[in-house]
């Protein structure tokens, strides 16, 4: 099977005078199921977030306000997305380490999840990351 890879995905965009506005419907925008939703926001400047790569979880994060960098690395070398667009989304595959940062001020960093929370999905540690890395290579 094809390994899946991290791609910005184009949400729907109804502009108006009155103010733009997005959606996102599950089988129809995304390669998943919608599980979960959660937010970051108030990120102090200079803090990183993330910091994790997950075993199963598929994710969408999307700026809904201001910007930030999503790094992922996948065990060989590390691409910067800089989300900053409330359209778009940044599709995150398993298997990416993934660091968040440079934050603006104001930001909020929306992700929508494949599954709910569980902390067995996560894989915290970095020579863990980098020995699963290794192994599906
Ligand atoms: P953490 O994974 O450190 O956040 P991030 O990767 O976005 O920087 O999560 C912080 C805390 O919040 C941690 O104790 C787990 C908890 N948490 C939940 O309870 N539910 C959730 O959906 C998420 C994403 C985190």
Same mark, same amino acid.
């Given at each position: 099977?094809?390994?899946?890879?991290? =791609?910005?995905?184009?949400?729907?965009?109804? $502009? #108006?005078?009155?103010?733009?506005?997005?959606f996102?419907?599950?089988?129809? =925008?995304?390669?998943?199921?919608?599980?979960?939703?959660y937010?970051?926001y108030?990120?102090?400047?200079g803090?990183?977030?993330? !910091?994790?790569?997950? =075993?199963v979880?598929?994710?969408?994060?999307?700026?809904?306000s201001?910007?930030?960098?999503?790094n992922?690395?996948d065990? +060989?070398?590390?691409?910067?997305?800089?989300?900053?667009?409330?359209?778009e989304?940044?599709?995150?595959?398993?298997?990416?380490?993934?660091t968040? #940062?440079?934050?603006?001020?104001g !930001?909020? +960093?929306?992700v929508?999840?494949?599954?709910?929370y569980?902390? #067995? #999905?996560?894989?915290?540690?970095?020579?863990?990351f980098?020995?699963?890395? $290794?192994? $599906?290579?």
């Amino acid at each position: 099977m094809e390994k899946k890879r991290p =791609h910005i995905i184009t949400l729907p965009k109804i $502009t #108006d005078p009155r103010g733009n506005l997005t959606f996102v419907e599950e089988g129809k =925008h995304l390669p998943f199921g919608i599980a979960r939703v959660y937010w970051t926001y108030d990120v102090p400047a200079g803090e990183v977030r993330g !910091s994790h790569s997950h =075993h199963v979880a598929e994710e969408l994060i999307i700026a809904t306000s201001g910007s930030f960098n999503v790094n992922l690395f996948d065990g +060989c070398k590390t691409e910067t997305y800089t989300l900053n667009r409330p359209f778009e989304g940044l599709y995150v595959p398993p298997g990416y380490w993934r660091t968040l #940062d440079n934050f603006s001020s104001g !930001s909020v +960093c929306m992700v929508l999840t494949s599954i709910p929370y569980s902390e #067995d #999905d996560y894989v915290r540690y970095y020579d863990e990351f980098i020995r699963l890395a $290794t192994q $599906t290579e």
